[in-house]
């Protein structure tokens, strides 16, 4: 007796959809088990972390503050996963991005206009796009694997961070302590509401939205498809691989030092050793179970910050490890790769004989 | 039946109200942490001192923590939602907490706010720490008398001026014993992080350090001293369960007394912001058993201990000159208070660069 995973001639496309939802289902279920094998009231449990988090405007907002950074990494994730191209370090971009951006405030600290705003955003995406050139030049040169380079850059840029703001950037008047100069006026992003909420996420909407329609009507979202799915049809249709690769590091290196710039013009304020929580490796999962569809993965992310917020409730309210969070996230991506894998494959049982008959003919 | 749901909605809405009136009764004190309470070192000491609020005051008061809360505009948001849960003291036990703590008692005047090891207040903001290099001359001594290759090794998280002035105060006390003994730094850029707590310590063994001491709040390196037979202290809290072998003696945070009276400060109505740096005079800072160490050893180390707690004896007492040769103290001063907050040049003998 065998068990096979066999191809399936046509992946249903309504079970394409469905995936994601059954994954979250599933991971619910699972998660109401776990809460109820620690002793927790299951259905409590649930509620505060699926439900409570939308229940007041304030936690509403802070849902919104954590999936802003997490759609505008993800969406350029899609497109980068969506051409077969693996840009694992979207991290280290946020932080090269953030770096470039905060030149305006520490260097130019006296100059005051929309323009220094306006100049900072274009350098953070400048600076995330450059950083994601190494690996893009790298696999495009030398042939050398994307998702090791791109991985290992994370490390670079984030002790040359931690190296800038003990160093050459640290204030002057703080106490030695590792920070830079908190960015004051144009130099931070305006705010609404409570004060967390800031133009990031607007920006972050508007991209997705544009990515949409790029992906669904325009030539280049027929390329970034083609080549990702059958590159020999591409290159027949004159499509580069290389370019592609030029081009989605580009987009997704962008976005993402967008995102670590917006981050520490927004809700830090200034430049610090750690200025995200792992949204860029958060990002890949937000990625894939938005369906590599930047439409997806605004709801994807919106998804994964509510884990975010949640989580934290329950650990307050109930006395819940953090760990639960990470748990709930990796269940979702493992239920989502579950899905997929069966949506593309059948599970398939061989008796013995079978199974020599199959062996001799593959 | 519809009788019965009134009734069970009745039930329901008394009970949801007589705890919703307990709980408006009772004070509520939040922790937010840095780590996990089973770090066994600085969140676990914090975490002791919660408990110590809920023996004492359990009847006034109900505390609540959240763990591993990073450093960054997450911890504003944690800060935020305990504030808004009701709680009316929070403590932030960590250096990095430090603006958001501000930002969000600007948002909520009517809640106090303490926050651990930072420099900056408002009204209702204080900030505590402790003389923890108190407990670092001592450990320097007991080093330099124990160790045979006359080298330390230091295991550093943060180069901000607490860790800086505890590197300082344990090369000074070695230097009182042996003015020709050294000390390796690594630095590992991280509060809570086994792993490279335990390369680190690998590291300095390697390096021919026979003893090693550390400022992060894992048991990690103790561990790593006790498997490779090198001499080791506890950071924070007692950790001679971990190591038994070569544990010499831990430096131990008190920070049980400080929080209950805090706690029952609010609770009177007469809590204010304030600055509190407290040692061994104050009972924040202890040293645990001094063990696995001859019996000179251990009476300097009880005598200096002693000198300390009575205000005899200041650590940073001079003649103290900096790595660049140049003078901080002269003969019969003690480095001020305000170069000890601000730290950030090593003494003479430190094998690192700031």
Known sequence: MQIVLEKRSQASSWMNVMSPV??????V???????AAMGKPPLTALYLYFIDPLTSWWSIEEVLVKAGPLVLIGVGLAVCFKANVWNIGAEGQLTAGALMGAMVPVLLGDWQSPWALVLMLLLGALGGAMFAFI???LKTRFGVNEILTSLMLVYIAQLFLDWMVRGPWKDPHGYNFPKSVAFEGWHLLPMWGDGRMHLGLVVALVIALVLYWVMRNNLKGFEVRVVGSAPRAGAFAGFSQTKMVWFCFALSGGLAGLAGLIEVAGPIGQLQPHISPNYGFTAIIVAFLGRLNPLGVVFSGLLLAISYIGGEGVQIELGISDKTTQVFQGMLLFFILMCDTLILYRVRYLS???ANIEGETS | MKKLLTAAAGIALASALSMSAVAADKLKVGFIYIGPPGDHGWTYQHDQGRQAIDARLGDQVETVFVENVPEGPDAERTIT???????GLIFTTSFGYMDPTLKVAAKFPDVKFEHATGYKRADNVSTYSSRFYEGRYVIGQIAAKTSKSGVAGYIGSFPIPEVV???NAFLLGAQSVNPDFKLKVVWVNSWFDPGREADAAKVLISQGADIITQHTDSTAAVQVAEEQGVNAFGQASDMEAFAPNALLTSIIDNWSDYYIARTQAVLDGTWVSTDTFGGMDANMVNMGPFVNMPADVKAMAEATTAAITAGEFHPF??????????LAAAEGEVVDLGSLLGMDWYVQGVDDKL
């Open chain 1, 29 to 35: 279920i699972m998660g109401g088990l776990i809460f």
């Open chain 2, 165 to 167: 002035r505890g590197i």
């Open chain 2, 81 to 87: 939602r305990l504030a808004r849960q009701g709680a």
């Open chain 1, 352 to 354: 013995g004989t079978q």
């Open chain 2, 317 to 326: 007492s001079g003649p103290v000159y900096k790595q660049d040769g140049s």
């Open chain 1, 22 to 27: 059954l994954a979250i289902g599933l991971t």
């Open chain 1, 135 to 137: 690996p893009a030049w």
